[in-house]
T-cell receptor
Framework: AQSVSQHNHHVILSEAASLELGCNYS??????LFWYVQYPGQHLQLLLK??????LVKGIKGFEAEFIKSKFSFNLRKPSVQWSDTAEYFC???????????FGRGTSLIVHP | DAGVTQSPTHLIKTRGQQVTLRCSPK?????VSWYQQALGQGPQFIFQ???????QRGNFPDRFSGHQFPNYSSELNVNALLLGDSALYLC??????????????FGNGTRLTVT
């Protein structure tokens, strides 16, 4: 079965610091990759997605993620975080013949002003 | 506006009781999935409904059952509640019968507490 690992469970940064959140998955075949974000008091929403083509994908609010097939990774990055980026971030993977996505356990990001 | 609406927002039940949670998908969406999110964990897939039938099921016991109505709305039923069923229950919808490319649209969830 597909598994997704998010190694950073809690991250605390100051505004303007750079962010990188790790995501690794277990399936070796074709995958579709997603990052979702949950802001305090809000629903989970899509941040960005990768299906094919350029492995560097850009999402909303200045976020980007890079798909590295050889490392089974899809890390999320932002050059300069803002206080408003405080949220839970979830990596999700679809593949292995199932269109049901598997989610990682999430990373809680706190950005201090 | 989430697009996907869930009710109720919070629920407190006693062990052994039964609960029904409800979900209306985003307009134009025909596929509804239910997830359980325990504290500090990511969403765990319970099951998916499409064309009023359970299409796929995760690793959850038969105490968890569901239904989809002709208007695409859905219910999640949990019987014989256990303390471990306490969690946030998320409903997610997507259109086109669900594809590899379609992202999920989530509701705000129902927080279930079992005492």
């Amino acid at each position: 079965a597909q598994s997704v690992s998010q190694h950073n469970h809690h991250v605390i940064l100051s505004e303007a610091a750079s962010l990188e959140l790790g995501c690794n998955y277990s399936y070796g075949g074709t995958v579709n990759l997603f990052w979702y974000v949950q802001y305090p008091g809000q629903h989970l929403q899509l941040l960005l997605k990768y299906f094919s083509g350029d492995p560097l994908v850009k999402g909303i609010k200045g976020f980007e993620a890079e798909f590295i097939k050889s490392k089974f990774s899809f890390n999320l990055r932002k050059p300069s975080v803002q206080w408003s980026d405080t949220a839970e971030y979830f990596c999700a993977v679809r593949g292995g013949g199932s269109y049901i996505p598997t989610f990682g356990r999430g990373t809680s990001l706190i950005v201090h002003p | 506006d989430a697009g996907v609406t869930q009710s109720p927002t919070h629920l407190i039940k006693t062990r052994g009781q039964q609960v029904t949670l409800r979900c209306s998908p985003k307009s134009g969406h025909d596929t509804v999935s239910w997830y359980q999110q325990a504290l500090g964990q990511g969403p765990q897939f319970i099951f998916q409904y499409y064309e009023e039938e359970e299409r796929q099921r995760g690793n959850f016991p038969d105490r968890f059952s569901g239904h989809q109505f002709p208007n695409y709305s859905s219910e999640l039923n949990v019987n014989a509640l256990l303390l471990g069923d306490s969690a946030l229950y998320l409903c997610a919808s997507e259109g086109g019968g669900a594809t590899y490319n379609s992202p999920l649209h989530f509701g705000n969830g129902t927080r279930l507490t079992v005492t």
